[in-house]
């Protein structure tokens, strides 16, 4: 990996994408962004405002447009939004702009820590949680690497993450 490239981290909601990747910020001395808060500053409104008012596909263009200006910034660990990597277009911006590392967990574990969370629009019913997971796994398959989480500590999936990307 090169050092003046982006981590980014990709994964289904409550997969631990910001608080893996505030550690490994830490560890590597850069920043960490979290393109969910990006989206928030810019808009003027959190995450769950945004859909309730305008919808899904107005947060998918935001959310495209957050990451264009991030990819430009000085290398930073990035959590991006669970939906994020599942567009073509945002995948090319990953690619170009760093390397992507998918944090896997199995759905009844997300499920778990983010289920019925008010702050995330799309894991309010069950159902709805569990077929979206899977229609994204083919998706998060693309990142660069795959790091199993089940059974580490943040600090474990860190470190995971520092092997895999030998730095
Ligand atoms: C979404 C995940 C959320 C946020 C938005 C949509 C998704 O981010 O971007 O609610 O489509 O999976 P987290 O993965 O950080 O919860």
Not at 98 to 109: D, F, K, M, R, T
Not at 130 to 158: C, E, I, M, N
Request: net charge positive.
């Amino acid at each position: 990996m090169k050092a003046e490239q982006h981590i980014f981290l990709v994964g289904f909601m409550g997969c631990g994408k910001s608080t893996v990747g505030r550690l490994l910020a830490h560890r590597l001395a850069r920043p960490f962004i979290d393109l969910d808060g990006e989206i928030e500053e810019a808009a003027g409104r959190s995450i769950a405002r945004i859909f309730a008012e305008d919808g899904e596909a107005a947060f998918r263009r935001l959310e495209s447009r957050a990451l264009g200006q991030v990819a430009g910034r000085p290398p930073a660990v990035v959590a991006l939004g669970g939906g994020a990597f599942c567009q073509s277009g945002n995948r090319k911006k990953v690619a170009e702009s760093g390397s992507s590392l998918w944090l896997q967990a199995p759905v009844e574990i997300l499920l778990q820590r983010v289920g019925g969370d008010q702050g995330r629009p799309l894991a309010q019913d069950e159902e709805r949680f569990r077929s979206l997971y899977r229609s994204r796994l083919d998706d998060y398959r693309k990142a660069d690497f795959h790091l199993p989480t089940q059974g580490l500590s943040p600090a474990q999936v860190a470190d995971a993450a520092l092997r895999a990307l030998d730095i």
